[in-house]
């Protein structure tokens, strides 16, 4: 058993080679990973992204305002929302290209 936690691990998780899908073939990724993306698939675009959209926001905010600490702290902010929602993106879109 690992020491280390996953549980706030935003990364896909590989799969075993006991994991197959509904026709009996192999998967790529874990079945957890699969229900997460598919938990995406009801929410719309505008509501995955709005964290994306916000951290966009402050990044032209703060190139906009020029120079100063106060500006770098904005682009600061928006690169970390738009880092913290790019799971949520990314397990959306790729359900979203399986699914359609």
């Known amino acids: 058993m690992s020491l280390i936690d996953h549980t706030l691990d935003p990364l896909p998780r590989r799969t075993t080679r006991t994991d197959h899908d509904v026709r009996g073939g192999r998967v790529w ?4 990973t699969i229900d997460r993306a598919r938990s995406y698939n009801d929410i719309s675009w505008l509501r995955t ?3 994306a959209i916000f ?3 402050l990044i032209t905010l703060g190139l906009l305002l020029g120079s100063g600490g106060g500006t770098s702290l904005l682009i600061l902010a928006g690169i970390g929302a738009v880092a913290f929602n790019l799971p949520a993106l990314i397990l959306k879109a790729s359900y979203t290209a399986k699914a359609g």
């Open 49 to 51: 992204a709005r964290t």
């Open 55 to 57: 951290g966009a926001g």
């Open 29 to 32: 990724f874990s079945t957890d």
